[in-house]
C-alpha cells in the first residue's frame, strides 16, 4: 500500500517570497550597477553550431549578453565554383548549379539556363511547354526550400514539432523530384534550350495531389507558430531591418519584401510565363524576423496557387528548341541521321557556340535574387562566370544587425535570414 | 518612365567624356567609364540623381595578356524606375588599384572584398579590405587566368589521403594518394604518364 500525502505550497511560497524580499534590500542601487567594471568578451559561433545552418561563423564580441560587434567569416564551403565554370562547356555547368542553394536545386538549374539562353539570345524562344515546366520547377523548389526553412528556424527557436511536420510534406515534393528528374537531391534538370526529359505520365496528377495536401499542412504549420505566445516573443521586434537598410545592404527576397518593399523579379521583369499567371507579392511592415517568417508563409500559398495554374493551362509540344546547334537533337534520329549525328558530336564535344558578349540574368530564388553574369568571348566555354548569390549579399547586412542583440536573438535572426553556404561560398 | 538608355545618357550628359555612348546587348545597357579615379563620383552621381539606389553586384573579369588587365563591371538597379544599368571600366594590373563605393552602396563591402580576394584588385578606402573566402594569409589569387584549376600547393597540409580504394580511377575521378591537388586533379594528368595509376596497377 503505497501513502500518499498532498505537498504543501504555502510554506515554499512564503519562503520564496521572503528570500526575494531580502534580495531586494541587499542588491546596490541601479546606478552602482552600471559602475562595475566590466570585460568585453569573444565568443565564436560556428563554423559548425545548429543555428549557423552549415559553415557560418561569426565572431560576437559580447558585454555580458549583449553583443556590440559581429564579424561573419563566410567562405568554409568555397568550392571554386567559378573558376570551375570557365573550364568547362555551358552544359557540363548545370550539375554544379545543383550545389548551390542545395534546397533548392530546380530553381538554380532554371535561373542558370535562362542565363545561358539569355546570352544566345534564344531565351523568347522556348517551346511553351518548357516554359510552363520550368515555372512548376520554380514553385516546387519554392515550397520546399520554404518547407525548410520554417521547420529549421522553429527547430532554432524551440519547437521541434513543426521541423517533422514540414519534412513529412517536403519529402513529397522529392518524389515528385525523383519520378520527374530521376534524382531527389541533386536534378540537373535544365539543359541549354530545354530540358533533360518531358514529364512523367502521371506525373501532373500526382503534383495536383501534392498542391491539394501542400495547403492544408502550410495552415497547420501556421497554427504551430504564427499565434505561438514563445515564437512570437522569440521573432516579434528582433532584427529589424528598415526599408533603406534592406535597399542599402543590397537585400533581396524574403529579405527584402519583409521590411515593406513590394519587389519581385517575377512581377518586375517577368520571364518564362510569369506575366500569363496571376499571384500576390507578399510584404511585411516592420522588417523584423516575424515578419520573414510570415512572408514566406504566405509565399508559398502563392506557389500552390501558381503551380495549380500551370498544371491547368501546361500546354502540348516538345521541350526543347528545335535547333540542334542549340539542344541536343533525339537519340533516334541521332543514329540514323547524318547532321543530327554532327549537331550531337559538335554539342557534346565542343558545347553550344555562344556568341562574344555579357549578360546579367536575375532570377528569383526562394532566398532571394540568384544572377548569373556570363562574360564570352565566344565558343563553348564562358570566359568568366559570375554568380550573384543572395544568400552572400544578404548575410553582409550581420555586422549592422546583430550588434544590440542579445545571444539567444542571433538564432532567431540567422534562422529568419534562411541562408545556404553553399551559395553564399560558391 | 525612364529607360536605362535615357539615364545612361543623363549620366553621359553629367561626366561628358568620362562615360562612353551606351551599348546594347540583349537588351542590356552596357557603358564604359574611361577613368576608374572617377567610379566612386560617378556611383554616387548616378545613386542620388540617377535614383540607382540599389547595388546588384560589382564583379571582375581578368583579360590575361591585355593592357589593361582587369575589367570591373558595376550592376546598378533602382527601385523607384526599375531600370538597370551596366558600368564598366578598365584596370591595369601594375597599379591594381580603383576608390571604393562602399560610401554610396553598403552593400559594396562585401563584394569589393570578394575581387580583392579573388582577383587582387584593391579598392582605396574600404574600411576593411581583408579577403573574404579564402583564408587570411592564402598568398594567390585563384579567379586571375594565370592561375592554375588544379591549384597550388599552400602552407596548409594537403588533405590527407591514404592510398587508391578499390575500382578508383577512371579520367574524371581524383585518384587518391598524390602528393598535391595538382596531382590528383584528374583533367591535369596524361593518363599514359600517370605514375599514380600505375603503381596502383602495380599493387595489385
Given at each position: 500500500m503505497i501513502e500518499t500525502r498532498d505537498i504543501q505550497f504555502g510554506e515554499a511560497a512564503g519562503r520564496a517570497a521572503e528570500a526575494a524580499r531580502a534580495l531586494a534590500a541587499a542588491a546596490p542601487a541601479a546606478g552602482q550597477l552600471e559602475d562595475l567594471p566590466s570585460e568585453k568578451m569573444v565568443l565564436n559561433m560556428g563554423p559548425s553550431h545548429p543555428s549557423t545552418h552549415g559553415v557560418l561563423r561569426i565572431v560576437l564580441e559580447l558585454d555580458g549578453e549583449t553583443i556590440t560587434k559581429a564579424a561573419p567569416d563566410v567562405g568554409?564551403?568555397?568550392?571554386?565554383d567559378e573558376k570551375i565554370a570557365e573550364n568547362m562547356t555551358y552544359s557540363q555547368f548545370v550539375p554544379y548549379?545543383?550545389?548551390?542553394?542545395y534546397l533548392s536545386p530546380l530553381a538554380n538549374n532554371v535561373a542558370y539556363a535562362l542565363a545561358v539562353e539569355k546570352l544566345l539570345g534564344i531565351d523568347h524562344q522556348l517551346p511553351p511547354r518548357c516554359q510552363f515546366i520550368r515555372v512548376v520547377c520554380c514553385e516546387l523548389a519554392r515550397i520546399s526550400s520554404h518547407l525548410l526553412g520554417l521547420g529549421s528556424y522553429a527547430m532554432d527557436v524551440g519547437a521541434m514539432t513543426v521541423f517533422l511536420h514540414t519534412f513529412t510534406e517536403r519529402e513529397k515534393i522529392y518524389n515528385l523530384c525523383e519520378s520527374l528528374t530521376g534524382a531527389r537531391f541533386t536534378t540537373s534538370y535544365t539543359r541549354i534550350g530545354g530540358l533533360s526529359r518531358d514529364l512523367p505520365p502521371g506525373w501532373i496528377d500526382q503534383c495536383r495531389k501534392f498542391c491539394r495536401e501542400v495547403v492544408v499542412n502550410i495552415d497547420e504549420t501556421e497554427t504551430f507558430l504564427t499565434r505561438n505566445r514563445i515564437f512570437v516573443d522569440r521573432t516579434q521586434g528582433v532584427g529589424v531591418i528598415s526599408r533603406e537598410d534592406a535597399i542599402d545592404y543590397g537585400l533581396s527576397g524574403p529579405n527584402l519584401r519583409g521590411s515593406g518593399i513590394e519587389h519581385d523579379l517575377r512581377k518586375?521583369?517577368?520571364?518564362?510565363?510569369y506575366d500569363q499567371l496571376e499571384f500576390e507579392v507578399p510584404v511585411g511592415s516592420a522588417g523584423d524576423s516575424y515578419d520573414r517568417y510570415l512572408v514566406r508563409i504566405e509565399e508559398m500559398r502563392q506557389s500552390v496557387r501558381l503551380l495549380e495554374q500551370c498544371l491547368d493551362k501546361m500546354p502540348a509540344g516538345p521541350v526543347n528548341v528545335q535547333d540542334g546547334k542549340i539542344a541536343l537533337p533525339p537519340k533516334d534520329r541521332v543514329l540514323t541521321r547524318m547532321e543530327e549525328l554532327i549537331h550531337h558530336f559538335i554539342n557534346v564535344t565542343q558545347g553550344v557556340n555562344a556568341p562574344p558578349g555579357e549578360v546579367y540574368f536575375g532570377h528569383e530564388n526562394p532566398k532571394g535574387e540568384l544572377g548569373f553574369y556570363i562574360h564570352s568571348k565566344g565558343g563553348g566555354t564562358p570566359h568568366r562566370l559570375k554568380i550573384r548569390s543572395p544568400s552572400f549579399v544578404n548575410l553582409s547586412i550581420l555586422p549592422k544587425l546583430l550588434p544590440g542583440h542579445t545571444v539567444s536573438d542571433v538564432v532567431a535572426i540567422l534562422g529568419s535570414f534562411d541562408f545556404v553556404m553553399g551559395e553564399c561560398d560558391r | 518612365m525612364s529607360t536605362s538608355v535615357e539615364l545612361a545618357g543623363r549620366l553621359r550628359a553629367k561626366f561628358p567624356g568620362l562615360i562612353s555612348a551606351p551599348a546594347e546587348f540583349r537588351g542590356e545597357i552596357t557603358v564604359q567609364v574611361s577613368d576608374p579615379e572617377a567610379i566612386a563620383e560617378v556611383c554616387a552621381y548616378a545613386k542620388k540623381e540617377?535614383?540607382?539606389?540599389?547595388?546588384v553586384d560589382i564583379t571582375s573579369v581578368d583579360h590575361c595578356g591585355e593592357d589593361p588587365r582587369f575589367t570591373v563591371v558595376y550592376h546598378l538597379y533602382g527601385y523607384g524606375h526599375l531600370c538597370p544599368l551596366r558600368l564598366k571600366l578598365r584596370v591595369g594590373e601594375e597599379k591594381g588599384e580603383l576608390p571604393t563605393v562602399t560610401s554610396v552602396w553598403r552593400t559594396a563591402d562585401w563584394h569589393e572584398r570578394e575581387i580583392y580576394d579573388m582577383m587582387g584588385i584593391r579598392f582605396r578606402g574600404h574600411p576593411d579590405l581583408r579577403r573574404i573566402?579564402?583564408?587570411?594569409?592564402?598568398?594567390?589569387?585563384?579567379?586571375?587566368?594565370?592561375?592554375?584549376?588544379?591549384g597550388k600547393p599552400t602552407s596548409l597540409p594537403e588533405v590527407a589521403f591514404t592510398e587508391p580504394a578499390p575500382l578508383a580511377g577512371g579520367p574524371f575521378v581524383t585518384i587518391a594518394g598524390g602528393k598535391d591537388t595538382i596531382a590528383r586533379e584528374p583533367r591535369a594528368r596524361i593518363p599514359e604518364t600517370d605514375e599514380l595509376r600505375k603503381q596502383a596497377a602495380n599493387a595489385k
Open positions: 568554409y564551403l568555397h568550392r571554386g548549379t545543383d550545389r548551390l542553394d518586375a521583369h517577368p520571364y518564362l510565363v | 540617377l535614383g540607382f539606389d540599389y547595388l573566402i579564402m583564408w587570411e594569409g592564402y598568398p594567390y589569387f585563384p579567379l586571375r587566368k594565370d592561375f592554375p584549376l588544379a
